[in-house]
């Protein structure tokens, strides 16, 4: 299942697996809704609340995941402020949800409070 966020600045692909939280987020497109940064992390509330499912503190780069303890959606495009070494790591298991297919690094063009399109 192909998903895209654009804000005004960015347009980012992905591709989210077959998991019930992926589908169950998949079936609530479009959301429009505005974006938290945390370290090098977007994430925002999505109107899905969701129980964990196969949550882990281990996440990559590219990784998207849904945040059940906040109802959100992540994006992972390096360090965190709870990292320990070069990979990202969320502040409390996520639900890795899918991958970006695209240009990772133009994440960082996107500030806090940027209105982010999910569709």
Not at 39 to 62: C, H, R, W
Not at 85 to 113: C, Q, Y
Request: hydrophobic fraction near 35%; include cysteine; aromatic fraction near 8%.
């Amino acid at each position: 299942m192909k998903i895209i966020f654009k804000t005004s600045k960015v347009t980012i692909e992905g591709e989210l697996n077959n998991s019930q939280t992926a589908l169950k987020i998949y079936e609530k497109l479009p959301i429009e809704t505005k974006v938290n940064t945390w370290g090098d992390e977007i994430y925002f509330e999505i109107p899905v609340s969701l129980k964990p499912e196969n949550a882990t503190l281990d996440v990559e780069v590219g990784d998207i995941a849904y945040w059940p303890e906040g109802d959100c959606l992540c994006i992972f495009f390096g360090r965190t402020p709870v990292s320990t070494n070069n990979k990202p790591r969320p502040a409390s298991k996520v639900n890795i949800v899918g991958k970006v297919t695209g240009d990772i690094s133009i994440l960082r063009n996107i500030k806090s409070g940027d209105k982010i399109t999910v569709e």
